[in-house]
């Protein structure tokens, strides 16, 4: 029922036409895909783009370019050149490598065989060979190579059965039927003579929906709907063999029409540096501007004290010239090795990440995997976490815990009385999977002659029949694929008490009750929808009666109950018990028909099931007309299994200002569920459920809750969004995305059902762009390849189902066939090898696809998790002490290098603005590249901010590297300020020592280089000494980075005293390192200068730590010993709501009135559902659904 249209609905300009047997007639986009970021001829520009599209490549190209003129650069031509080609060169072949793998993944999808019937005969071709309106053949647990429409299969009834699970998440087989004018087509001769055409909707990315029409040569035409079509990505299960025409190939097939175009990422971090450079360079330009007009001045000033200097030489030289000395002589304000220590840092951050023992999961032995680390920091500053549901938030495990029958409870209890009942509350995550449905007591009341025994058995019975359960045998065992894991878990509960669902066929399902086979023919399935909440299936029994079994919510199923219906009230009570437990409830109900009443009914259906328009309500409509008078049998207790700890993590990110979206292809009351169950949503929160038609009706309902907000619009309100996916095509609307974004942004909690992979996309997206924030979405399923694209950050966490998540991790061996893309998976064991920038779907559909192949062909991703829980870890901890390492390392950067450069715009004022440099060349290309580059490093390595256990202990320490408080643009000047306070001191404290000069043992005199030395020395001690006291986290490397790299310079400056002649370099420094440690100067500002220049720092930490503290400052001073114990809500927690929104009071939200009737303020019931909504073909379609296309098309 998912294609309600008519070809005459949709977009004629992209409606196509397929002849069959006529390959010459289809001209169509070929099968091949092309996951790779580069090609031969695009990758130097697109690799040179990218890299001279951050701030310090595009700058230090600038120079370079400079350097070549002649005559202007005072540092030669070739010093910024050959690093920055290092730099470029490692970065290119990193790329080449991880894209030559994406090549090969390509190739390797690409080049996989498929039979095709091509000139009267089959053939083995390639897939990318494959082309629309080819014939193609798929074995037994074989991955479709395109979308095709069924035309026969080895079954029965021409049936087969597909696994979706790389599609839309979804683990349980569908089941597809092709159609009744072409079952018969097997042989190669009736293949030959299949003549005709097929007319059908444009590619698109709509996966339940397609709209076409077979024109057979000689036959009336024929419907062909979603039932009858095999997409690419599905795998073909418990069938022999299928044949299908080629409808749609390559680009054009709805799986890769839902992939989207990879994003370029950057992280917030990077964007403000990129930012900040810029800024720089403007402070550049501005120098050599003041440079310049002070050489002027100099020049007129002393008129022709300065004959020396060869002033008429010169002369010609205009102010572009001179501007482009100074530039060149300032350029290393902006640190080249900036790039390459953050490379470093973040490799090194990742491997943390990888060997972190908390993050592993034994289960498996897997940990965590940092795919990439570019963007390691940005896990400290996430906002919004959109996650999947199922594999995600839950192990996708459920059981049948307990039953209410006639009145009486059975379930798992050592003690059956209703005060335990009454007192019982067992968390969903602590229960296992072996902890199932048993009480001897039940099968004592069904063999005995208990009152119950007939109630019994019809519920027994109900669960087996009442279902879209496919068995599989494997061997004696039978193994069931379910729709959905609770109806597999119905269906297994009532197996252990002797009631087996043994066989289906479309059109009846058999049964063993106690050793006996029984047969019930389905006549019709009445699909479970949202409005509904629930399914029924109308069978007729062994015995010849007509019979209506339903299961579904209370709230619907008490008002269709006859009055002669029994334990009604006993019933309810139980429905509470099990709801306090966090159980997944449904009532078990049916009732008997008349072969008149049936009849009667069945005209209705018939014509309600052809209706072009609104075909969804009046099949309701009609559902409702047969749905009463129902005897109430019990209900039924289902535990979804949540993962360990998800509950409590959801708590502790709340708690740390992230917001949790829940974007799932699940139906919805499932996931209203599951976000009971892990605390997302609480009992007293009013929840917002938006169900709409139409557009009209949707814009209605979001404007009118808008309006009811009033000035809470906007503020985080203890309100829960719920939103399906029908609906959510409307709300994005550009008339209504606005408001439909302002109001989810005023709910606690977001959930999104029944959402298609490019709708997760399309939700990240909107928040990405106008919210700005940092987003990090987590899921586990291909369905999840493009919101976790899509996000800044993507996590991959791991199902027991063994999909791998969307967070920097992998998880299984299954895991790696069917990876997502993303940024961060927790769990990994090596963090070397390089991930791709673009999703490579096909790989993670063949399974014979080798892991290594399959982790590398598909994304992005920064880390990878097997358990939700780990997030906590990731986020809290690693997160936040990644952001402070990063950004620290960033800031010291900048400074050492401000320091030391200005230093040459001070000298400038005392050569008369020359362009003089006052330190020797190759000790000022060593700067950074030797003795100041370990400090940096571990900065950026080892910081810690705080400890583990305070971080984990107080969640809203996140909030200082979320709100960005410890880098953004005031805090990067104020450490520029800072470092060009220093630059002051070092180089006028030293010049006003050396000022009238000094006379040497054996008559030496000093000149500028004696004094640069002092400075450089000077310089090297104190940017040395400031990276300890930035250090809040001491190790024997701080100590080891900060006195080592003092030592290294005056090592250096010993040896590179004495290497001329011996070595013709720097024959200006022979000597130098006598004259430094004989001269009494020189060790008195040893010790003077870096103090006078630190001692203002540690003034000012004093101060701001005693008169402004921070959350953070009172954590480090409990854990060195100072406080006993930290009461966050009388210390901190006011202070943090100062600088933070102050969410709206509950008795304010109490007093909205909203007139709109989305708006649910009741207690929710613990339901569940077993019916799919909407899932390819129903029970009975496969069974009916041609009588009843026909007549649509006629």
Not at 166 to 175: A, F, H, R, Y
Not at 862 to 877: G, N, T, W
Not at 1041 to 1068: D, H, K, Q
């Amino acid at each position: 029922m998912g294609w309600p249209q008519s070809l005459q609905g949709a977009d004629v300009s992209k409606v196509r036409t397929i002849y069959l047997n006529e390959p010459l007639r289809n001209a169509f986009c070929k099968n091949s895909i092309s996951t790779a970021k580069y090609s031969l001829w695009s990758f130097l520009p697109r690799y040179l783009y990218l890299q001279f599209s951050k701030g310090a490549n595009a700058f230090f190209l600038f120079i370079t370019i400079l350097q070549q003129i002649p005559d202007v650069s005072p540092t030669g031509k070739y010093t910024t050149l050959l690093p920055l080609m290092i730099i470029l060169t490692i970065s290119g072949i990193k790329e080449i490598v991880e894209d030559y793998r994406r090549h090969m993944a390509d190739r390797l999808v690409n080049t996989k065989n498929t039979i095709v019937f091509r000139e009267n005969e089959w053939k083995v071709i390639m897939w990318k060979e494959v082309n629309v309106g080819d014939i193609v053949k798929t074995s037994n647990g074989q991955f479709l190579p395109a979308d095709l429409v069924l035309i026969s299969s080895s079954e029965p009834e021409a049936t087969c059965y597909i696994a979706t699970s790389n599609l839309d998440g979804e683990t349980n087989l569908k089941i597809r039927q092709a159609l009744l004018q072409t079952a018969d087509m097997q042989t190669e001769k009736q293949l030959s003579s299949l003549s005709g055409k097929i007319e059908c909707e444009g590619p698109n990315r709509h996966f339940d929906t397609f709209i076409g029409t077979l024109y057979l040569n000689g036959k009336s035409p024929v419907a062909v709907g979603p039932g009858q079509v095999l997409l690419r990505g599905t795998q073909l299960k418990n069938t022999q063999w299928v044949l299908g025409i080629v409808i749609y190939t390559g680009s054009e097939t709805k799986f890769m029409q839902n992939s989207i175009k990879l994003p370029l990422k950057r992280s917030t971090v990077e964007k403000v540096t990129n930012v900040q450079i810029l800024l720089l360079f403007l402070l550049l330009l501005a120098m050599s501007l003041v440079s310049y007009v002070g050489a002027i001045l100099w020049k007129e000033g002393h008129g022709g004290d300065i004959w020396y200097i060869g002033m008429k030489e010169s002369s010609s030289h205009g102010l572009g010239f001179d501007i482009l000395v100074f530039i060149i002589l300032y350029h290393n304000l902006i640190p080249i090795s900036l790039l390459v220590t953050l490379e470093i840092v973040k490799y090194i951050q990742a491997l943390f990440i990888n060997w972190d023992e908390d993050m592993h999961y034994k289960g498996n032995n897997v940990y965590a995997m940092a795919r990439t680390s570019n963007l390691n920091e940005e896990l400290g500053q996430v906002e919004y976490l959109f996650s999947d549901k199922t594999g995600t938030l839950t192990c996708n495990i459920m059981t049948l815990k307990k039953c209410t029958i006639a009145g009486i409870i059975y379930g798992n209890l050592s003690n059956r009385s209703d005060t335990i009942l009454d007192n019982l509350s067992v968390s969903p995550s602590t229960i296992t999977e072996t902890s199932g449905f048993s009480d001897p007591m039940l099968l004592q009341n069904f063999e005995s002659d208990h009152p119950t025994k007939d109630y019994i058995k019809e519920f027994l019975t109900l669960l087996c029949v009442c279902h879209t359960v496919v068995p599989e045998r494997d061997g004696d065992d039978i193994i069931y694929q379910a729709s959905s894991p609770d109806e597999a878990a119905l269906v297994k509960g009532v197996k252990k008490f002797g009631f087996v669902f043994t066989t289906r066929t479309p059109s009846s399902v058999t049964i063993e009750a106690m050793g006996q086979n029984f047969t019930f023919e389905i006549l019709n399935i009445l699909e479970f929808s949202s409005n509904r909440k629930r399914m029924s299936i109308i069978v007729r029994t062994p015995t010849g009666k007509l019979r209506l079994y339903c299961k579904g919510a209370d709230t619907v199923i008490y008002k269709r109950l006859s009055d002669d219906s029994l334990f009604v009230k006993e019933t309810l009570a139980h429905l509470e018990c099990f709801a306090k437990e966090g159980l997944r409830t449904l009532c078990i109900a049916y009732t008997d028909l008349t072969e008149k009443e049936y009849q009667q009914w069945l005209t209705e259906y018939k014509k309600a099931s052809t209706v072009l328009q609104d075909r969804m309500q009046s099949l309701e409509e009609c559902y409702d007309n047969i749905e009463k008078n129902f005897l109430l049998l019990g209900a039924t207790a289902i535990e979804d299994h949540l993962q360990a700890r998800v509950p409590e993590t959801i708590t502790t990110l709340l708690k740390a200002n992230i917001k949790i979206w829940v974007l799932t292809g699940d139906k919805q009351e499932t996931a209203i569920n599951i976000a009971y169950s892990c605390k997302l949503l609480s009992t007293q929160m009013p929840r917002i459920q938006l169900n709409s038609k139409s557009l009209e009706a949707t814009q209605q309902a979001v404007n009118q809750n808008c309006q009811d907000l009033g000035i809470l619009l906007g503020k985080e309100n203890d309100l829960a969004l719920i939103i399906d996916g029908e609906t959510l095509k409307y709300a994005f609307h550009p008339d209504i995305k606005r408001n439909f974004l302002n109001l989810a942004l005023s709910c606690r909690a977001v959930l999104c059902c029944r959402l298609s992979p490019l709708q997760k996309a399309e939700i990240v997206d909107l928040v990405k762009k106008h919210v700005r924030a940092i987003t990090l979405a987590v899921g586990d399923g291909a369905n999840d390849v493009g919101m976790i694209q899509t996000a800044h950050q993507a996590p991959p966490l791991g199902r027991r189902e063994q999909n791998s998540l969307d967070v920097f991790v992998q998880l299984h061996s299954k895991t790696e066939q069917k990876i997502s893309s993303s940024q961060i998976l927790p769990g990994r064991t090596r963090a070397s090898l390089p991930c791709p920038q673009h999703p490579l779907p096909e790989k993670c559909l063949d399974a014979s696809s080798p892991p290594s192949a399959v982790t590398r062909g598909l994304a992005r991703g920064v880390a990878r998790s097997v358990e939700f829980s780990y997030l906590e870890k990731l986020l809290l901890v690693h997160g936040a002490w990644n952001y402070f390492r990063v950004t620290k390392c960033i800031l010291y950067c900048f400074y050492k290098n401000v320091v030391l450069y200005i230093i040459e715009l001070w000298f400038a004022f005392v050569n008369g603005f020359s362009g003089q440099i006052i330190f020797e060349r190759w000790c000022i290309s060593l700067y950074n590249v030797i003795f100041t580059s370990l400090p940096p490093l571990t900065l950026g390595i080892f910081e810690q901010c705080c400890s583990e256990k305070s971080l984990l202990r107080y969640p809203q320490l996140y909030r200082m590297s979320q709100a960005g408080e410890i880098f953004n643009t005031k805090v990067f000047w104020f450490q520029c300020i800072n470092a060009l306070a220093h630059s002051f001191i070092l180089f006028w404290l030293p010049m006003k020592m050396l000022e009238n000069d000094m006379v040497l043992q054996g008559g030496y005199t000093t000149d500028y280089l004696f004094l640069g030395n002092f400075i450089y020395t000077y310089v090297v001690v104190t940017v040395c000494l400031k990276a300890g006291l930035d250090t809040l986290s001491w190790n024997k490397f701080n100590h080891l980075a900060i006195w080592g790299s003092i030592v290294i310079w005056l090592v250096f400056f010993a040896i590179y005293s004495f290497l001329w002649p011996t070595i013709p370099l720097a024959p200006e420094m022979r000597g130098q390192i006598s004259m430094a440690l004989v001269c009494p100067h020189f060790w008195l500002g040893f010790f003077i200068v870096p103090i006078m220049c630190l001692i203002l720092n540690l003034l000012w930490t004093s101060i701001t730590n005693t008169c402004n503290r921070t959350l953070l400052e009172e954590v480090r001073e409990m854990e060195s010993g100072k406080v006993q114990g930290l009461h966050l809500p009388t210390v901190s927690e006011k202070r943090m709501k100062t600088k933070h929104p102050q969410l709206p009071l509950p008795s304010q939200l109490h007093q909205v009135v909203f007139q709109d009737e989305s708006v649910d303020r009741s207690a929710p019931h613990g339901y569940a559902f077993s019916q799919l909504e909407h899932r390819g073909s129903s029970q009975e379609g496969p069974g009916r659904s041609s009588d009843a296309t026909a007549v649509e098309t006629s």
